[in-house]
């Protein structure tokens, strides 16, 4: 027996039961497709680099369009026209929803794409005024700059950054879209959608298990962005014909775009409860100044419109009433997840390289990775344009021409900010392991060039430990659990840089514990490296121990900083993205001597595995020379590791600055030289470290030069000397004067 008590012309358990039921799926539809398309978004554009984000957006939006109109159908009513634009308007405004969503995810989180479509009830009433030409209530007037500023300041966007613009824009245009496709669907009852078949449905489900199952057996890179890309579209298909098929068919658009926003404040909740967004307080501030302006929207919003009136229509104070209930539950949740918004603006942070950056199209295309002479103008400028992630081998292009150590350390600079930014623009946190704070103050400076970096970018370090440190039984597990305070979309794991790949195991060994507990859960880079090889080879099966150990995780991006090591690189990781970079330490930037000289020659001499082991040949002349590897120069000490770190850095200069001309073996006594503006002569061991970093980026300064014996050496450094010493630091002297002992 049917039952009596109805709601208009829907039964009492249809709107009790079915209703609820509904509207969670669409919920819940909606959280999964955001999350694939956001997940599938960031995944093909680590593994495939070259390809420019909006075109795996479009590829997405092709997808999700496509099965869309596989699976639903546009039933139009008799008295409907059957031909032109009207009748295409409902797949045409999803089109362009979709694309824009998408590209819209493309350069902000998933979340904040969300964040800006909180406006679409705005945008909807705008749309249905103009079409049925009503004048707008009060309510919208009140409450649109609430809800535009709220969502701007909710999304934690700046308009100075052209990506972070873009994505806003592409967010609303996407509101415009589905706007104009709820009203060409309701629009005097003009058409509805069906979805076309049962088998429809279940076919595609059988073809999404089968790619999921193809993806559980790991079959590569490629395999995983089709199963992102097959999950985003049938989570997409789904969750349109719930909003189309079912919770439209029984509400008025703007009805509809009300209670889309309650879905869209759900999702938010879930991206925090699954760590996939983390608030700083001004973004709970700008949610907040959003959902106040849609409660006046809400109370204030007019039912007479030139659309169907239903009957929910009729019960806005109780919508009201759950939007608040709602907000709370979605503040309890948000308010264990806000992090202290600590980061300096880059703007007030960035290096003074803005005669390097330019925003112009690309005009050329350079053929060679470096021609043998000095680049013409045009193909400079070109060469200034590129976004360097898109050559990922060629960013030594216009290094090796610099001759002035100021001119070489903003382009190396510019190349470095060129790269990060792109690789790390959807990044808040960043957890860095195995940093160094020892004596050998060259890997010290590669802590601090890091952490300058970080700072550069406006991303907050949340964790760092030393390698001593990470090597302590327990300590990555606890950084494991740390670490689920944080989302994969916002937080990135960070390796150390330096000159350890391959040649020292126990390093390669420690970022295998580290990869094998943070790769499935964050993406992984490593500072710039060199891959040494003690004695220029390795034995053949260490060679393939540690192929191994890297084989294993294909989301890490490795940053080598010569290009032997880059050539080699390529062999060893062909499953991983490989970039040529140079040193981190040049974010240092130029350091002014803060000390007078007392030695004519300071001969930085390694004694360690990496030794070239050479005799120190004897000097004729009435040059002073000292010699000494900087280990045994003793740093002060401070609070903490990474304090330490920059004090050896420190003590590093002060080191170098007491010759007049240097003399070293060491990589990090060129670049810190360099970084000095010392001149210098570099010594190589039998793995050319050094050689191949000063052929690849630093071969054109007149203060630094290459030898290939201690004789040659030495007789370079007194030919600097005497060529200019009138332009060098006179020594300060007391070293003349004998110290007498008690």
């Not at 959280?31 to 909006?54: A, E, N, V």
């Not at 009513?77 to 045409?92: D, E």
């Not at 080191?655 to 001149?679: A, E, K, M, N, Y």
Request: hydrophobic share 40%; proline share 4%; glycine share 6%.
């Amino acid at each position: 027996m049917s039952s009596s008590r109805t709601v208009g012309n829907l039964p009492m358990y249809s709107t009790v039961v079915k209703g609820p039921v509904a509207y969670l799926a669409w919920v819940t539809t909606s959280y999964l497709c955001h999350l694939s398309t956001k997940c599938f978004l960031t995944t093909s554009q680590r593994h495939f680099p070259w390809i420019p984000g909006l075109v795996w957006a479009c590829l997405a939006a092709s997808s999700q369009m496509g099965l869309c109109l596989l699976m639903m159908k546009q039933a139009v009513q008799n008295n409907a026209p059957t031909s032109g634009v009207r009748r295409h308007l409902p797949a045409l405004g999803h089109l362009v929803g979709t694309l824009c969503s998408n590209c819209s995810m493309t350069f902000l989180e998933a979340s904040s794409t969300i964040a800006i479509r909180l406006m679409e009830p705005i945008t909807t009433a705008l749309l249905d005024a103009l079409v049925y030409r009503t004048s707008l209530p009060v309510s919208v007037q009140t409450s649109l700059p609430l809800v535009v500023i709220g969502c701007i300041i909710f999304s934690g966007q700046s308009f100075k950054n052209i990506d972070h613009l873009s994505g806003i824009i592409f967010a609303l245009m996407s509101n415009l879209g589905f706007g104009l496709r709820n009203i060409a669907i309701k629009n005097k009852g003009e058409c509805e959608i069906k979805v076309r078949s049962r088998n429809a449905l279940i076919f595609s489900f059988l073809a999404w298990t089968s790619v999921a199952i193809l993806d559980i057996h790991k079959l590569g890179p490629g395999m995983h962005v089709v199963f992102l890309l097959s999950s985003s579209t049938e989570f997409h298909v789904l969750y349109s014909s719930l909003s189309t098929c079912v919770v439209l068919k029984e509400v008025s658009v703007i009805t509809h775009a009300v209670l889309n926003n309650l879905k869209r404040l759900l999702v938010v909740m879930f991206l925090v409860l699954a760590g996939s967004r983390s608030l700083s307080l001004s973004n709970l501030g700008g949610l907040t100044l959003a959902v106040l302006g849609l409660g006046i929207y809400t109370m204030g919003k007019d039912t007479s419109t030139g659309l169907r009136v239903e009957t929910g229509l009729k019960y806005r104070k109780q919508i009201l009433f759950l939007l608040l209930a709602l907000s709370c539950g979605v503040y309890t949740t948000l308010s264990l997840s806000v992090q202290p918004d600590k980061r300096e603006p880059y703007e007030k942070l960035k290096i003074n390289t803005s005669h390097w950056m330019s925003v112009l199209n690309r005009l050329d295309n350079i053929t060679h990775v470096r021609p043998n002479k000095q680049p013409s103008p045009k193909a400079f400028r070109t060469y200034q344009k590129w976004n360097l992630v898109d050559h990922p081998n060629k960013t030594d292009f216009y290094l090796p021409f610099l001759n002035k150590s100021n001119d070489l350390i903003t382009e190396m600079q510019r190349v470095q900010v060129n790269i990060f930014q792109t690789l790390l623009r959807n990044y808040k946190y960043a957890f860095l392991f195995d940093i160094n704070a020892f004596e050998n103050k060259g890997d010290p400076a590669i802590t601090v060039g890091e952490v300058y970096l970080l700072r550069r970018l406006g991303i907050h370090l949340v964790y760092y430990c030393n390698t001593c440190v990470c090597e302590e039984s327990g300590v990555l597990d606890k950084a494991l659990s740390l670490s689920r305070n944080y989302s994969r979309e916002n937080t990135v794991v960070l390796l150390h840089g330096g000159g350890n790949l391959i040649g020292y195991l126990q390093n390669d060994v420690l970022r295998d514990q580290i990869l094998s507990r943070f790769y499935e859960h964050f993406n992984i880079l490593m500072f710039p490296q060199s891959i040494w090889l003690k004695g220029g080879h390795l034995p053949a099966h260490r060679m393939v121990y540690v192929k191994e150990i890297y084989q294993k995780y294909p989301n890490i991006t490795f940053l080598l900083r010569d290009r032997k090591s880059f050539a080699i690189g390529r062999e060893l990781f062909p499953r991983q993205t490989l970039f040529l970079v140079p040193d981190i330490v040049f974010q240092i930037g130029s350091i002014p001597r803060f000390m007078s000289p007392i030695y004519d020659i300071l001969w930085l001499r390694r004694a360690d595995d990496e030794t070239p082991n050479y005799t120190i040949p004897s000097l004729m002349g009435p040059y002073t020379v000292h010699v000494a590897d900087w280990t045994s120069f003793i740093s002060p000490k401070g609070e903490t590791s990474m304090e330490n770190a920059f004090l050896h850095t420190s003590t590093g200069a002060m080191f170098l600055q007491r010759g007049r001309v240097v003399i070293t073996d060491r990589l990090h006594g060129h670049i810190l030289s360099t970084l000095c503006g010392i001149p210098h002569v570099m010594l190589d061991n039998p793995a050319r470290k050094l050689t191949s970093f000063h052929e690849t980026w630093t071969k054109g300064l007149t203060t630094a030069l290459m030898a290939t014996s201690s004789e040659q050496a030495l007789k370079l450094a007194v030919d600097i000397l005497e060529k200019r010493n009138h332009s060098l630091p006179g020594l300060i002297a007391y070293n003349d004067v004998r110290e007498h002992l008690p």
